[in-house]
């Protein structure tokens, strides 16, 4: 039986700390102003240290706001983009940025961590255990809710960070409509749009919420998706299920609308390609990283900068496909301004006795040091050939009685295979720039209370997509 054509489960809603200090509300089309960081005429920032609130650490910022990164320079600023996208900007991979290819960066923005989530991490964090075992594996114990490791040291610093990177902060629940546009090597594009239910019931730090939701004890977060368009895929919807028993498998169920049922799919499969997208299924999670960070290990490269679209203006600028950089599909600077970021490079591996038959040799993440937010990554085949890239962008919205925080969860994440020429463009809106919604406001998405565990966040959910 052939499977429709369909993006299954591409939801880079990457969530991680945010804003607690500015209670400015998110405008119309869903955006919101966040604190520029202080002395940006000159070659300093001041950020806010996630470690101490009401503290702030001055950093050297390498590039000045004004600056303009075009293919005639970009080499002076190679240091500040991944590998991947230094192939697009020499001409060394299938896609090639344009003459009139610009990148402008603007200000540095300062994000303090949501309120929640900063105590939980200030009350749990001391008890939090590293466990070794015997099989080269590692684990936690003791993590209740909140940052598990604020200030990361050795031994395991790179794995500490990718644990981070996990749990960091995300509103406990996301809905809205995703639209995905899949594009061949001839410039053919197959647009698909979805409902999307992110939910996390343990392990939550949001206002009003319990660490562990009553409703579905032993889950630890939830993401559905239910096809809305093109009408031949309709009604196929996707339910991937985290548990808090860190050593049970994820589980990903799929609702076929033929058979009126739903299917349990192989917990074997990770490197299988994601339904018609150019993700498999380690790709297809928040973070362009959905493996189980029992099993892999991370390393520091280094620590630097690295340049990221954290603002936009409009959501409907998002939604315009005319906004990118055609057949690149790479966001114009109609979009929004990029800026400086302070990162840690991290090399992510499965360990040696996970990775025989593994798709992926390696990720190089790029990840940001205030918010732990992902933007560049970079997968390596099995022989260290770069196989795709990732641009995994997030932008602060207002959260229900929390104020502006980022990342939200409002994402645009374009992944480029530049060895098959492929590429998908995945964004969280649709043409008309339609906002997520967060938290007790997704009781009303047009009309749709998606704030129901029973029906988007456990398998016997997906019975009820065609009734």
């Not at 949001?206 to 004890?217: E, L, M």
């Not at 114009?332 to 992926?360: F, H, N």
């Not at 997704?442 to 009820?464: I, K």
């Amino acid at each position: 039986m052939k499977i429709p054509n369909v993006c299954l489960a591409i939801l880079m809603g990457v969530l991680l700390p945010g804003l607690a200090s500015a209670q400015t509300s998110a405008a119309a089309g869903g955006q919101a102003s966040v604190p520029v960081a202080e002395n940006q005429s000159g070659t300093q920032v001041v950020l806010h240290n996630f470690m101490a609130p009401g503290q702030t650490e001055e950093m050297p910022v390498p590039v000045p706001p004004g600056t303009v990164i075009t293919p005639q320079n970009w080499q002076q600023y190679k240091d500040y983009i991944s590998d991947g996208m230094q192939g697009f900007m020499n001409g060394s991979l299938f896609w090639k940025v344009p003459a009139d290819f610009r990148i402008e960066i603007g200000p540095t923005h300062d994000y303090q961590a949501a309120p929640e989530y900063y105590r939980d991490t200030q009350k749990y964090s001391s008890q939090v255990k590293v466990i070794s075992r015997p099989d080269g594996t590692r684990t936690l114990a003791g993590y209740v809710a909140g940052l598990p490791f604020p200030n990361p040291q050795e031994p395991y610093k790179g794995w500490k960070l990718l644990v981070d990177m996990w749990y960091s902060y995300i509103p406990h629940l996301q809905c809205g409509y995703d639209t995905f546009y899949l594009v061949d090597r001839f410039g053919n594009l197959a647009p698909e749009t979805a409902l999307q239910v992110y939910r996390k019931l343990g392990h939550a730090s949001d206002y009003d919420t319990p660490i562990i939701d009553p409703k579905a004890p032993g889950l630890y977060y939830t993401e559905y998706l239910e096809i809305l368009a093109p009408e031949e895929s309709r009604y196929l919807g996707n339910l991937t299920i985290y548990y808090m028993d860190q050593d049970k498998p994820i589980d990903t169920f799929l609702f076929i609308p033929s058979l009126r049922r739903s299917l349990r799919l192989s917990v074997a499969a990770r490197c299988s390609p994601v339904v018609g997208t150019d993700f498999t299924e380690d790709d297809a999670s928040d973070f362009n990283f959905n493996g189980d960070w029992q099993i892999f290990d991370s390393k520091v490269i280094r620590e630097g900068w690295g340049v990221n679209l954290d603002q936009v203006d409009d959501l409907k600028a998002v939604g315009n496909l005319n906004n990118y950089y055609r057949p690149f599909f790479f966001p114009k600077p109609v979009i929004g301004k990029w800026e400086m970021r302070p990162v840690w490079l991290l090399d992510v591996r499965r360990i040696p006795s996970q990775s025989s038959g593994y798709c992926y040799g390696k990720k190089v993440i790029w990840l940001d040091k205030q918010i732990y937010n992902p933007f560049w990554l970079d997968g390596y085949d099995s022989n260290l050939k770069l196989w795709k890239v990732f641009l995994t962008l997030v932008f602060p919205r207002a959260i229900p009685h929390s104020g502006v925080i980022q990342p939200s969860g409002q994402w645009l994440n374009p992944v480029w295979d530049v060895q098959s020429a492929h590429l998908t463009l995945g964004m969280a809106t649709d043409p008309n720039g339609t906002p997520f919604k967060f938290n007790e406001d997704c009781r009303n998405f047009e009309g749709q209370n998606l704030d129901d565990v029973g029906r988007y966040s456990l398998s016997s959910g997906l019975m009820e997509i065609m009734r």
